[in-house]
């Protein structure tokens, strides 16, 4: 089946899914072994120049922060608003989410723009839920994406 990828580095602003890391030493990661014919491709997955593996459904503890990776492709110059908000599995609006951008590492013209922000899940109750996420430039366009986590009891432990 043919699949047609768009080049991001062109048209309107992307923001992927927002990424949580796994805790470190969770997975082992191995790499295929590569041949001169092969293109060596970069890592996608950093926060600054650490590499981490990007959890499937996050399990957050309530009121503790969480790190947050977004990857974006043509947010612009200048500054960046986020907004967020926090929805229910169902789709219902629970409210803002406290989410605090903390850097931003620019990519250029065929790079995505990194963003590394904090997340705090502080009064939600355990269960899962959907982070909602826009960034948007100074012209006031913005990108938009969401990843689902589960909030744990604080009997529970991490997955």
Same mark, same amino acid.
């Given at each position: $089946?043919?699949? %047609? &990828?768009? &080049?991001?580095? +062109?048209? !309107?602003?992307?923001? /992927?899914?927002?990424?949580? !890391?796994? !805790?470190?030493?969770?997975?082992? &990661?191995?790499?295929?072994?590569?041949? %001169?014919?092969? *293109? +060596?491709?970069?890592? =996608?997955? $950093? $926060?600054?120049?650490?590499?981490?593996?990007p959890a499937s459904l996050p399990?957050?503890?309530?009121?503790?922060?969480? *790190? /947050?990776?977004l990857i974006g492709y043509n /947010?612009? +110059?200048?500054? @960046?608003? $986020?907004?967020?908000?926090?929805?229910? %599995?169902?789709? *219902?609006?629970?409210? =803002?989410?406290?989410?605090? @951008?903390?850097?931003? +590492?620019?990519?250029?013209?065929?790079? =995505?723009? *990194?963003l590394t922000a904090t997340f705090?899940?502080?009064?939600?109750? =355990?269960?899962?839920?959907? @982070? @909602?996420?826009?960034?948007?430039? !100074?012209?006031?366009?913005?990108?938009?994406?969401?990843?689902?986590? &589960?909030?744990?009891?604080?009997?529970?432990?991490?997955?």
């Amino acid at each position: $089946m043919a699949v %047609q &990828v768009p &080049v991001f580095t +062109q048209g !309107p602003r992307v923001l /992927l899914q927002p990424f949580f !890391p796994e !805790p470190a030493g969770k997975w082992l &990661v191995v790499r295929e072994a590569v041949s %001169q014919d092969d *293109r +060596q491709v970069a890592y =996608p997955f $950093m $926060m600054g120049e650490e590499p981490f593996i990007p959890a499937s459904l996050p399990v957050l503890s309530p009121g503790k922060e969480a *790190r /947050l990776s977004l990857i974006g492709y043509n /947010l612009g +110059q200048g500054d @960046l608003k $986020m907004e967020s908000k926090i929805l229910s %599995q169902d789709g *219902r609006e629970i409210g =803002p989410a406290e989410v605090r @951008l903390d850097a931003r +590492q620019a990519g250029g013209p065929a790079a =995505p723009d *990194r963003l590394t922000a904090t997340f705090r899940p502080s009064s939600l109750s =355990p269960g899962e839920y959907l @982070l @909602l996420v826009t960034v948007k430039g !100074p012209d006031g366009a913005g990108g938009t994406s969401s990843a689902p986590f &589960v909030v744990e009891s604080g009997a529970q432990k991490s997955r």
